[in-house]
């Protein structure tokens, strides 16, 4: 019998160089490191450091390393969209001799260890391909979501300085199409610095190549050698980049590191979902967040697991969809996002009781808050009462889990529990002095822990702006928590201008940035408002300029402005024109004001006296929109 979790706990806590040492050994090391931690988080010393002198290859973890004995184990399941279309197996032999070939062709085309290499993909094999061919010869992966608009893709390859992307021709989703390829071409536009354009043939569109700087995958695979031997990196040396979206400014570009980013994700994958093979493995997450890279490519794979990539969305062509994958291919863990149970849950249980699911061992969830009819839901109609939830809190900057249950965990709906092996979870109020007991406050880190991020790329100081200057010495994860009687950690939401929609983090301020672009814009103002599905919905208040018509065109052409600049999932729900905002006579607006005004909270308002002009208050209230 494992010690229990708590003495584990403690033992991570009490000597984290012994503990960090031993469990660094699920790691197929060159050279084993002989340092565990090395860090501070004071502004005059900062700096985070893991396994410092050891030497390691991600791929060969995620591959090599299990061909011995799992060559023939499937390693990847690929779900078409269409159900129609055959699933395709891939073994560890056939990832390995796949991602060899890949890692060969972008050594062809230039790339070199350090260079960025961006990956705007759809869901299907070739993503994972990808990334693991980058860390295979050391070049640094950014990955951006497929629903990306071309400014954003742009945006991000600028800010990071990469000149090569691979694509797709187009991608498949929901029965349609997305033109991938087309807006690496707009993207190309945007930002002059595209040298490389590699592209994967998906849906076998005729789509046009630009000589000297498109490539067909296909083509270039054909010519290069097997074999590529996997490039020995420093733990320290960055494995990639993924940029996410703060309260202020653009999305920042946040640095994962080899060795500590690779054992997080391999440790909390075995020890949250407690894997065991043969099982099939199903993350719902696009390979475009966080949790796609954690949970869908490394952790599963680096434990030699099998894990499922689905090109479609859970509802299409019907709400019964994924629970029809589920049994296809024998699901035993299925991890997914809140929003999506409760768009599934809206159409009934008849649809879910119609199908067996009898494979389902442990259910997952990530990405927000679930509420507890949603949790209770999942776990009496999904899990037919009889398998365990685990709901995962963490973020892009932590690598991987954080606060989670184990399978074996009590668990209470709606908690998140208990916070992983090094992790030393604390509550500060606004003035940063720390909260004991049963509370309700900011929640910190009090330590480092080996998957956390190591900063943001191209900005040093923006790390520790961001994240270590607020509450001196710690971590601030920018989510507000509660800590019950029993010890147990409740998740409660962003403390800061970040709102949460449909399990995706979107800075008010990008989308602000978006609509005031705008030739009829004069000054945005965006908020979060609960909705019933997404968790969050986006409301902008709109102030036009002088002599433009608001009009249901105006609106229209608002939303769809902003889908352009960022993209769909950026969509403002709500807009409301506004003559004016609520604004401090510093001329700060107030958004505590417009968020109640946006939640139907009119009656708390609370004190309005400090405005430069009260007024404006009232005519927000009269033209609420929902
Ligand atoms: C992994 C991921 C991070 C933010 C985070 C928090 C919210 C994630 C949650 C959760 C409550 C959970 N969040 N998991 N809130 N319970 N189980 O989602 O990363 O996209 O960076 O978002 O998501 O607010 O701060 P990321």
Redesign the pocket.
Known sequence: MAESRTVQHQRSLDDPDGFWLEQAKALDWITPPTKAGDWSFDEAEFHVRWFEDGVLNVSANCLDRHLPEHANRTAIIWEPDDARVEPQHFTYAEVHAEVCHFANVLKAQGVKKGDRVTVYMPMIPEAAFALLACARIGAIHSVVFGGFSADSLAGRMEDCGSAVVITADEGRRGGKTVPLKTTVDEAAKIFGGVKTVLVVKCTGKDVPMTRGRDVWYHEAASKVPADCPPEPMKAEDPLFILY?SGSTGKPKGVVHTTGGYLLWATLTFRTTFDYKAPEVFWCTADVG???GHSYLVYGPLANAATTLVFEGVPNWPTAARIWEVVNRHQVATLYTAPTALRSLMKEGDDIVKATSRKSLRLLG??????NPEAWRWYHDVVGDGRCPIV???????TGGHMITPFPDTPTKPGS?TLPFYGVEPKLLDGEGKELHGEAEGNLIIARAWPGMMRGVWGDEKRFFETYFRTFPGVYT???GARRDADGYWW?T??VDD?I?VS???MGTAEVESALVLHDDVAEAAVVGFPHDVKGQGIYAYVTLNSGVEASEDLLKALKAHVRHEIGPIATPDAIQFAPGLPKTRSGKIMRRILRKIAEGEIGALGDTSTLADPSVVDDLVRNRVG
């Open positions: 996410t967040w966080v949790t969830t990530v990405g927000e808050p679930i709901d995962t809190w963490w973020q892009t900057e998140a994860t920018g989510d998740i939401g962003r970040v949460n399990g995706h983090r």
